[in-house]
């Protein structure tokens, strides 16, 4: 199977900026969509206009956090669709600030939205896909852990956590059933950047340099269109003027 028409495909943080792009840009190249996360309103409002459009879309909704959330919105798309291809574990949380501020409740939420988030997508997915015989993980990872940059330490030690599970994953995984893609965006604009609790200049240099969350988009459907026997492993979106 290759392309990304037919697909069936589950998004977490589909709610906003670059999850949202990537359900919208899955849909209308043909993908069937299933849309997760907390704010049911946004999500809800992104289906209506998927399906005005003429594409195939349903909501669920999810709090990563819980392992339960995580089986329904699988589940779901296997009720709705009759199966599950991919599962795009985006929905993620930045918080930067140096460590030596001890913003220990912050540290948690990126643990457990980031890492514990995607584990529990993993839990719920790796069943369907080995009965398939077929399935495809991708994550939203980050720069942040492939260039290390004071104030975002924690941050990109959960993208890095889950870069490593990904690639250990994979080479545990060499049947041809599954196949693992990680997305590492640079500086993209979404509401991320007026969540990060960073210092406005900061915030505001960012918010000059970001590129749309369709780029990141675009790197996943080319992810997704791969014949089953080719697997990208991963891609780096960043700005071009990004340091
Ligand atoms: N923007 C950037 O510069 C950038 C760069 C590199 C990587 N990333 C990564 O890209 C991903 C998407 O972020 P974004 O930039 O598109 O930011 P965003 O617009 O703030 O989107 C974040 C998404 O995550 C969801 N989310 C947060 N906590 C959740 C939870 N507990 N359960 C379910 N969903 C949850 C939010 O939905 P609800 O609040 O409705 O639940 C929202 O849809 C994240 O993993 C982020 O780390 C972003």
């Known amino acids: 199977m290759s392309g990304v028409s037919g697909k069936v495909v589950a998004v977490t943080g589909a709610s906003s900026g670059i999850g949202e792009a990537i359900a919208r840009l899955l849909a209308e190249r043909g993908a069937a969509v299933v849309l997760g996360a907390r704010r049911t309103d946004r999500l809800d409002a992104v289906v209506r206009d998927i399906r005005e459009r003429g594409g195939r879309a ?9 392992r339960a959330d995580l ?5 779901r798309a296997v009720a709705e669709y009759g199966r599950l291809d991919v599962l795009v574990s985006n929905a993620g949380v930045g918080r930067i600030g140096p460590v030596a501020d001890l913003d220990v409740d912050g540290w948690s939420e990126m643990i457990d939205v980031n890492v514990r988030g995607v ?3 993993i839990a719920a997915a790796l069943p369907v896909f080995r009965r398939q015989g077929r399935g495809h993980l991708v994550t939203t990872v980050s720069t942040s852990g492939l260039k290390i940059v004071p104030t975002q330490a924690v941050y990109a030690g959960t ?4 870069r ?16 693992t893609t990680s997305i590492s965006p640079g500086v ?8 990060t609790g960073g210092a406005g200049e900061q915030v505001a240099r960012m918010r000059e340099l970001a590129i ?3 780029a990141v988009a675009r790197a996943v459907a080319f ?8 697997e990208i492993g991963d891609i780096t979106v960043r700005p071009t003027a990004q340091g």
Do not use: I
């Open 58 to 66: 349903v909501a669920c909704a999810t709090d990563v956090t819980r």
């Open 71 to 75: 089986e329904r919105l699988v589940a």
């Open 119 to 121: 584990l529990h997508g």
């Open 159 to 162: 993208k890095n956590a889950v």
């Open 164 to 179: 490593t599970l990904l690639e250990g994953l994979r080479q545990e995984s060499t049947d041809g059933v599954l196949r």
């Open 188 to 195: 993209v604009r979404t509401e991320l950047l007026d969540s």
């Open 212 to 214: 749309a969350p369709e």
């Open 223 to 230: 992810a997704v269109e791969q014949p089953d026997d080719v």
